[in-house]
Nanobody, 128 residues
Framework: QLQLVESGGGLVQPGGSLRLSCEAS????????IGWFRQAPGKERDGVSC????????NYADSVRGRFSISRDNAKKMVYLQMNSLQPEDAAVYYC?????????????????????WGQGTQVTVSS
């Protein structure tokens, strides 16, 4: 059974940090690019970051560039999103998703239609 499970969300004060984790099961990460997306209440789901199957290419939304960092450990079937300097506008449900590709590719997209497998999401709340 193919599955992605996010964890690491929670409540943090403005300026704080969180590290989100995405654990894959039922498939190898070698054949997927991974994206992180977020959706705040009443808003559309937006792409936050992505990482290619090789891990060599990462992309970030303008709103998080310089504050967020994505990484992957294929051997552990884990992808991470380190989020620093969090602001109230970062509050949302965060989802990880997988897009099929070939191994060692240096491309990823934050276009959600490209992603086939989705996790259930983890809530991030930023408030003092």
């Amino acid at each position: 059974q193919l599955q992605l499970v996010e964890s690491g969300g929670g409540l943090v004060q403005p300026g704080g940090s969180l590290r989100l984790s995405c654990e894959a099961s039922g498939f190898t990460l070698d054949y997927v690019a991974i994206g992180w997306f977020r959706q705040a209440p009443g808003k559309e789901r937006d792409g936050v970051s992505c990482i290619s199957s090789s891990g060599r290419t990462t992309n970030y939304a303008d709103s998080v560039r310089g504050r967020f960092s994505i990484s992957r450990d294929n051997a552990k079937k884990m992808v991470y999103l380190q989020m620093n300097s969090l602001q109230p506008e970062d509050a949302a449900v965060y989802y990880c998703a997988a897009a099929r590709t070939y191994p060692l590719q240096s491309f990823c997209t934050m276009a959600s239609p490209s992603y086939v497998y989705w996790g259930q999401g983890t809530q991030v709340t930023v408030s003092s």
